[in-house]
């Protein structure tokens, strides 16, 4: 089963039929909100807002565990999550569809494993590539087919927000290799791969990141989001092709 995880601007998802919304416990606490269950393009998938549905939580305060784990306890298999992104790289500019292929986290204490206490084993879990190879080629074949275009591969820098970074640190980002920059695909992305569950992210690129072009003064949150406004249905078209397939 398909679970696709909205962020900002994509709090809901358009054209989900036979919607019913299941609350799930789980032993690490609430999800952002309750799963919704629907038909999307004929596929039956769940749906979660990750900020909740009125985005509500901020980056820091998401409880990753609980979501992640409420997706596989209904029996989802894979995880195509929705984020907003600022861009670094010269090419990802304001209204690119991006799907990375690496991760640097640079986030601070968020539950970021379901291996912790003392009746957990040691676990180490590989994480040398972040995201599925699969699902990764099933969105962007889905993008091609859709004539959308993608970039396919990009360094995804999380941070732990709320806050946007300076201009500072987003030239470190840079130096580390950063071609854009986040505040929640981690500790979501391995979490997912700890669950045993295919996880792949569609990155809307909302701006600039903070010092580069149109961003060098100051960043736009109005820009922002008519940017996110102008993109979601490309990327709701985008995840059609995906259920579809």
Request: hydrophobic share 45%; charged share 20%; proline share 4%.
């Amino acid at each position: 089963m398909l679970a696709i995880i909205g962020g900002s601007g994509f709090a809901r998802l358009a054209g989900l039929a036979n919607t019913r919304r299941e609350v799930v416990r789980t032993p690490y606490g609430d999800p952002s909100c309750a799963l919704t269950h629907g038909d999307f393009d004929g596929r039956p998938i769940v749906f979660l807002a990750r900020h909740g549905y009125g985005h509500t939580i901020a980056p820091h305060e998401i409880n990753y565990r609980a979501n992640v784990w409420a997706l596989r306890q209904v029996g989802v298999t894979q995880v195509v999550a929705v984020a907003t992104a600022g861009g670094i790289r010269a090419d990802c500019v304001a209204g690119s569809l991006v799907v990375p292929d690496q991760i640097v986290d640079y986030t601070w204490g968020r539950g970021h494993t379901f291996f912790e206490g003392v009746e957990q084993p040691v676990t180490h879990v590989d994480f040398t590539w972040p995201y599925d190879a699969a699902l990764r080629r099933q969105l962007i074949e889905a993008a091609q087919r859709c004539g959308e275009a993608v970039i396919d591969g990009a360094v995804y820098g999380c941070t732990q927000g709320p806050r946007l970074e300076t201009a500072a640190e987003i030239a470190r980002l840079a130096r580390d290799g950063c071609d854009l920059v986040g505040m929640t695909g981690m500790p979501e992305a391995a979490l997912a791969r700890e669950a045993h569950l295919a996880y792949a992210s569609l990155c809307v690129i909302a701006n600039q990141a903070a010092g580069l072009g149109a961003s060098s003064a100051a960043i736009s949150m109005p820009d922002i989001h008519a940017v996110l406004e102008a993109t979601m249905g490309r990327v709701r078209t985008v995840l059609a092709e995906v259920a579809r397939a």
